[in-house]
């Protein structure tokens, strides 16, 4: 399977789904004018690689740990939406015994950051580390 890397714009995050370090980042500014157009190939690839590492013995060795970072300045609300989406599709990888960390970033005075990321974390069963800088 390949990675997934998308140029980040002025109001779209950039992408990078590394599947050879199991590193996923999505970082930067998410209001992107049409919402689901940018984030469905973004879940569809999370739920390719779910079937592809389900469905491939090796293509993760069994003591690797899946990291996703969070690394984003702004979200608007109906990409909030989108963000738990791929938290949900993530616990599916957690379900077939799989190791995900959630980094998830905030400036240090942006304290509604890290609220959303502790809110997130309420609603699944997966380890997120709060990183503030």
């Known amino acids: 399977m390949k990675s997934l890397i998308i140029e980040g714009t002025e109001d779209s995050p950039s992408i990078n789904f590394d599947v050879n370090s199991c590193q996923f980042v999505i970082s930067g500014k998410s209001r992107p004018e049409n919402t689901g157009k940018f984030f ?3 879940i569809n690839w999370i739920n390719e690689f779910y079937e592809t590492v389900s469905s491939q013995k090796g293509q993760i060795a069994d003591n690797s740990t899946i990291v996703f970072v969070f690394k984003l300045d702004y979200f608007n609300s109906i990409s909030a ?3 738990l989406d791929i ?3 993530l616990q599916g990888l957690v ?3 799989h190791k995900i960390n959630i980094e998830w970033h905030a400036a240090k005075l942006d304290i509604d950051m890290l609220e959303t990321g502790k809110e997130f ?3 699944v069963n997966l380890k997120f580390d709060f990183i503030q800088h």
């Open 81 to 83: 939406k989108y963000i």
């Open 95 to 97: 379900s077939k015994g």
């Open 121 to 123: 974390s309420n609603m």
């Open 87 to 89: 938290i949900f599709a």
């Open 40 to 42: 469905s190939p973004l």
